[in-house]
């Protein structure tokens, strides 16, 4: 049996940390429900492209496939020793970088910048601010194909989860909201920050999209959401675990027995105004 690794801080700026192998088993369906956000990008071989949040880099690799030239950039040294590995052993080669999404070091270096479930890691306004001015200058002004293609939670993402939190942990005097750190955005809000950093928008939608979770919401929970659990010593911790999971039960389990989460998605399409 291979050993854990230590988990590390997260991608951005958050309360969460990331744990691969946890992630790998309990998160793998974040890089195999992109293929819709995947064809929106349209890469192309040749094209160099900077994917924003990369993780553990299953997604840079099937984006390198298609013969763009990838750079993948991320804040977690665990996600991004992990997705070296990645690009050492596959044949779609890539290269990765550690970088805070709130300071990217690039300027016009990019045709493109691609994020997947990663901006919503980033907190507040002048968080998602610094970060789209940072994507802008990394873009070629010259060329007008440049775009930033991404998916993100959205408004309403994860809602009944978040609200058992926010129930069960208010005893133990912990903002669950704060404490995940996530940001959700509607299409709206969205589209004036975007606007605001220099992008014409060329779609935006939020789209429901119900998740199996095929290892159970106890699994998700302690993959998704430890840097609020964490807080929590561990008997008040394995308690407050229970009980959300009993109070989610009637509503996000079936009568078989699965589980499935209440994502909603927030994906667009910008381009260089």
Known sequence: MTTTPPADTASFKTGQTWNTEAYAANGRFVATLASEVVALLAPQSGEQILDLGCGDGALTEQLAATGAILTGVDASATMLEAARQRSLHSSAKFVVEQHNATALPYHEQFDAVFSNAALHWITGISGQQATLAGVHRALRSKNPQARFVAEMGGH????????????????????????????????????????????????????????????????????????????????????????????????????????TADYVRLRFHATLR
């Open 156 to 259: 309403g993402n994860i809602a009944a989860i978040r609200t058992a939190l926010q129930a069960i942990l208010a005893p133990f005097h912990i903002d669950a909201e704060a404490a995940a750190a996530s940001f959700f955005p509607s299409p709206a809000l969205y589209r004036r920050l975007l606007e605001s950093a220099g992008f014409t928008i060329q779609s935006i939608e939020l789209i429901p999209r119900p998740t199996p979770l095929p290892n159970g919401m106890e699994s998700w929970l302690n993959t998704f959401r430890n840097g609020v659990l964490d807080r929590l010593n561990p008997h008040d911790r394995a308690a407050a675990l229970a009980d959300t999971i009993a109070l989610l039960e009637p509503i996000l389990r079936d009568a078989d027995g699965n589980w």
